[in-house]
């Protein structure tokens, strides 16, 4: 009998050479256990925050003559964190990086543009990590996205904001 190891889900260390892992096989061996939850200080997610990515969405289309179809298409985005079994993603506003061309916005109907996507729909690109204010998920020294301000007297941007470049207080 196999069993759902939880926190293995998403972990990067492979599952085959993991100490944590056979170490909880061999103790509950023979006790008709189907789930297993356990804290492991081995795991390590598939993709971490500020890491660039490439996922493929789904735009599903309604047309007048046959049933609804999808359209694959692939974004680039920075990963935010990890949730659950999906990860939070910004995604880079502009066109796909297919051959539909697609701008994010039409696809993505909320502002900020970050999505959760399946683990299985990401692979990492070969690009340096990128900052995200953790307030307003905006990228470090390129675009102000808080709901903050500031006048010749005073200024206001949320705990962590990154505002013009600068990490403001």
């Known amino acids: 009998m196999m069993a759902y190891y939880k926190p293995c889900k998403n972990c990067a260390v492979d599952k085959a050479t993991c100490l944590r892992r056979r170490e909880i096989a061999n103790g509950i061996s023979g006790l008709h256990v189907t789930v297993v939850n356990f804290r492991c200080g081995h795991r390590k997610p598939l993709f971490h925050p500020g890491q660039r990515v490439r996922f493929i969405w789904t735009s599903w289309e309604r047309s007048d003559y046959d049933d609804d179809h999808g359209i694959d298409l692939i974004y680039h985005g920075t990963v935010i964190e990890e949730n659950r079994l999906r990860f939070i993603v910004r995604v ?78």
Do not use: T
């Open 92 to 169: 880079d506003d502009g066109p796909s990086a297919c051959g539909e061309k697609i701008a994010a916005r039409d696809v993505f109907k909320n502002d900020s543009l970050v999505i959760k996507v399946k683990p299985s729909d990401m692979k990492a690109l070969d690009e340096p990590d990128r900052a995200l204010c953790p307030s307003c998920s905006a990228y470090e020294g390129e675009e102000a996205r808080c709901l903050g301000w500031e006048d010749s007297f005073h200024s206001y941007w949320p705990d962590g904001c990154f505002k013009a470049g600068r990490k403001v207080q």
